[in-house]
């Protein structure tokens, strides 16, 4: 297929109608028990201010997903539930997956699609990243589909190149409305768990692509409405920067994420920049 040319996509008008997404990866961290505890305590320290301009997903291991779901709703916590993976079959014969109708109907509203540690450790492909996200779009959940480059890559000057080719195979011939409503996650491997941010403007020059490329497969207006978060090591003093670059449309958070003060933090520090969007 050719590849589809980047294009500069406005920016400040579509950084004004984008409102960030700041996302608690937890990985495989908190049992249900811890995991109750946790959202408990971040939705006493959540108030109606820092959510005002900005959106907030958790994403629990699967066991935990019912536990967290009943506290989120019990006590009106305006926080969305995420899910870490799901297969991209509606059911059959494959032990060990979880589909998506399982998690639409435990009102799970994002589900992480290709994110690194499932491409590095368990082997999925673009194929299975571009056939989970459409699983995902026809249960009515929002994907947010993980790109990122190695380390290697971003020292051969391949970084561009690897996001192209990733947000190609992922979103290749979907229709415009569909990608407009998704979300991408630029997480670059060498930052994810690391404690080595990248600079806000490495951030913003990699998302900015990202748009770019996403204009070529769907047009402007789909690329103006997509939203892009920036993934790998943030934390409470560096979220603000990071979500304050107009191409940065919030946070996926991993290790910081994990308690809930520090969660809130960051959630709070986006938020005052989500504020004056
Ligand atoms: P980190 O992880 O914040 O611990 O670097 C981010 C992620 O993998 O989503």
Not at 223 to 245: F, H, K, M, T
């Amino acid at each position: 297929m050719p590849r589809p040319a980047v294009r500069e996509v406005a920016r400040d008008a579509g950084a004004a109608r984008r409102r960030p997404l700041v996302s608690g990866n937890w990985k495989m961290h908190h049992d249900h028990l811890q995991a109750i505890r946790s959202v408990q305590d971040l939705g006493l320290r959540l108030g109606a201010a820092d959510v005002a301009s900005l959106d907030v997903s958790v994403h629990p291991p699967f066991t935990d997903l019912r536990s967290v779901q009943t506290v989120l709703e019990d006590r009106g916590i305006p926080v969305a539930l995420g899910a870490q993976h799901c297969f991209s079959e509606d059911a059959g014969a494959y032990t060990g997956e979880v589909a998506p109708p399982m998690l639409a109907r435990l009102g799970v509203s994002y589900v992480l699609v290709g994110h690194s540690e499932r491409r590095q450790f368990f082997g999925q492909t673009d194929e299975q990243v571009a056939a989970t996200l459409r699983a995902v779009l026809r249960h009515a959940m929002t994907p947010i589909v993980c790109v990122g480059e190695t380390q290697e890559e971003r020292e051969e000057g391949e970084t561009e190149e690897r996001l192209t080719a990733q947000i190609i195979a992922a979103l290749a011939g979907l229709p415009a409305e569909q990608v407009a409503g998704l979300v991408v996650a630029y997480e670059p491997i060498w930052a994810i768990g690391t404690g080595q941010t990248a600079t806000a403007e490495d951030a913003q020059t990699a998302c900015a692509h990202i748009r770019g490329v996403v204009a070529g497969l769907a047009g402007d207006d789909a690329a103006g409405a997509l939203r892009i978060q920036y993934g790998g090591s943030v934390r409470p003093d560096n979220a603000a920067e990071l979500v304050g670059q107009a191409d940065v449309d919030g946070a996926l958070v991993g290790g910081a994420s994990l308690e809930a003060a520090t969660f809130a933090a960051i959630i709070q520090a986006a938020a005052t920049v989500a504020a004056g969007r």
